[in-house]
């Protein structure tokens, strides 16, 4: 199975909350696990990737957490602001040499609200 | 990481014509690849630009509808031929840096077809 589930598909958070999206994988030789952020009209943009070698990665307000035995991985934004609203694509791969190819969750919408 | 530039940035195109789009980016890379995303969905991968070969295409592309060309290490074309309103998408380079494996987007081009 090569399919990364990804929830919830929209998100409505106030401004200063937690933002918290969920993923889940089939394919235990994944290994690479980044996050991207896309604004409307732009293309996706890097925020943070983790490889199963650690549980947790943070980069300023944007932290992966990952569970190995349980196939999951998920992106918490601490102090959600305004300027986060944007979609927000899990992805997977085995690997990032010239044979991998990322497999990616179908989005959440992130509205961050006054 | 990467700059990624793309042209045309959005285009309006009559059935059964085709477009060319251009990448280009800042640096040499080892892989550049081609999405397609509808609006408001997620990435699907078109095909693997080699450079100096002929492109490796996913399930369901082919090389008659989307032909793709890699002169060089930093520039590749995907051509979108014989378009049909299905084909109103937005079209997305993107290139993944050795080492790291890091994967990075250009900033899509907006196809519609009328």
């Known amino acids: 199975q090569q399919q990364v589930k990804q929830s919830p598909q929209s998100l409505i958070v106030q401004k200063g909350g937690i933002s918290i999206i969920n993923c889940a994988y089939e394919n235990t030789a994944f290994d690479y696990f980044p996050w991207y952020q896309q604004f409307p009209g732009k293309g996706p943009a890097l925020l943070i990737a983790?490889?199963?070698?650690?549980s947790e990665k943070k980069e300023g307000r944007f932290t992966i957490s990952f569970n190995k035995s349980a196939k999951q991985f998920s992106l918490h934004i601490m102090d959600s602001q305004p300027g986060d609203s944007a979609t927000y694509f899990c992805?997977?791969?085995?690997?990032?040499?010239?044979?991998?190819?990322?497999?990616f969750g179908t989005g959440t919408r992130l509205q961050v609200t006054l | 990481s990467a700059v990624i530039s793309q042209k045309p940035s959005r285009d309006i195109c009559q059935r059964g014509t085709s477009l060319t789009i251009q990448c280009q980016v800042d640096s040499q890379v080892t892989m550049m690849f081609w999405y397609r995303q509808q609006p408001g969905q997620s990435l699907t991968l078109i095909a693997t630009?080699?450079?100096?070969?002929?492109?490796?295409?996913e399930s369901g592309f082919v090389i008659d509808k989307f032909p793709i060309s890699r002169p060089n290490l930093t520039f590749s074309t995907l051509t979108v031929s014989n378009m049909s309103p299905e084909d109103s998408s937005i079209y997305l380079c993107?290139?993944?840096?050795?080492?790291?494996?890091?994967?990075?987007f250009g900033p899509g081009t907006r196809l519609t077809v009328t």
């Open positions: 993107s290139v993944r840096l050795a080492g790291v494996g890091e994967q990075y």
């Open positions: 630009a080699n450079q100096g070969s002929e492109a490796t295409y």
């Open positions: 992805a997977a791969s085995r690997g990032t040499g010239t044979a991998s190819k990322l497999t």
């Open positions: 983790i490889r199963p070698d650690v």
